[in-house]
């Protein structure tokens, strides 16, 4: 088996501010992925990586910035956060199209 | 494009009563791969089942569903609902450039 870690699990920054999340797997999947997800709403993919150092703009990439910079590790960027956005930023890695999903960071904007 | 549509935003139901969940999908792929995630309060989604093979039931933890081209369709249904059955539902499809298609998601309330 294998695990993804994202960190920090809770993130709370200032209207402006440049904010960075980390996703890590040992699965050792090529391909890791970046979702959205309001409250009570569904996953709007932000950034999807095919492979180290490839990135692919999902439908809600502006406004975020994002690093592959290992195969294990999938980095996300709020490039200037909004202020009163809440939202959970959810990673993934998947193999043979099935997607495996991290715990989240809950990301508060004050 | 590839694309998901899952009709109901919020099904609720009575404990006993069957579920069935809508998804279907549109896709230049002659042969999809359809998924179902389930995502419980404060987790995150999960994969609950998936199909290759058109007109082929495939079943897991009590929940089937079954992939028919014809009607580009992948319902989700199970027989007796639960109250721990009460979660958020994915319906899902990948392109062959690895990317997953969701749909908007149905939130599955059981009430005793």
């Known amino acids: 088996g294998g695990i993804i870690t994202q960190t920090p699990k809770f993130l709370i920054g200032q209207e402006g501010q440049k904010l960075t999340l980390k996703c890590q797997q040992n699965?050792?999947?090529?391909?890791m992925y970046w979702y959205r997800q309001d409250s009570g709403k569904g996953l709007r993919l932000i950034y999807y990586?095919?492979?180290?150092?490839?990135?692919q703009k999902g439908d809600l990439s502006e406004g975020y910035d994002a690093s592959r910079e290992k195969k294990s590790s999938f980095s996300l960027t709020v490039t200037s956060a909004q202020k009163n956005e809440m939202a959970v930023f959810l990673c993934?890695?998947?193999?043979?199209?099935?997607?495996?999903f991290g715990p989240g960071t809950r990301l508060t904007v004050l | 494009g590839d694309s998901v549509t899952q009709t109901e935003g919020l099904v609720t139901l009575t404990e006993g009563l069957p579920v069935m969940l809508n998804c279907t999908y549109q896709t230049i792929y002659s042969n999809p791969f359809l998924f179902w995630y389930v995502q419980h309060l404060n987790e995150s989604p999960r994969l609950l089942l998936k199909s290759f093979t058109d007109n082929k039931r495939t079943e897991h933890q009590g929940f089937h569903a079954t992939l028919h081209k014809s009607s580009s369709s992948f319902h989700l249904q199970k027989s007796s609902a639960q109250l721990s059955d009460s979660a958020l539902y994915y319906c899902?499809?990948?392109?062959?450039?690895?990317?997953?298609?969701f749909g908007d998601g149905t939130q599955l309330v059981v009430k005793p």
């Open positions: 990586s095919i492979t180290e150092n490839d990135l």
């Open positions: 699965f050792n999947h090529d391909t």
């Open positions: 899902a499809l990948p392109n062959s450039n690895n990317r997953i298609f």
């Open positions: 993934a890695s998947s193999i043979s199209n099935e997607q495996f």
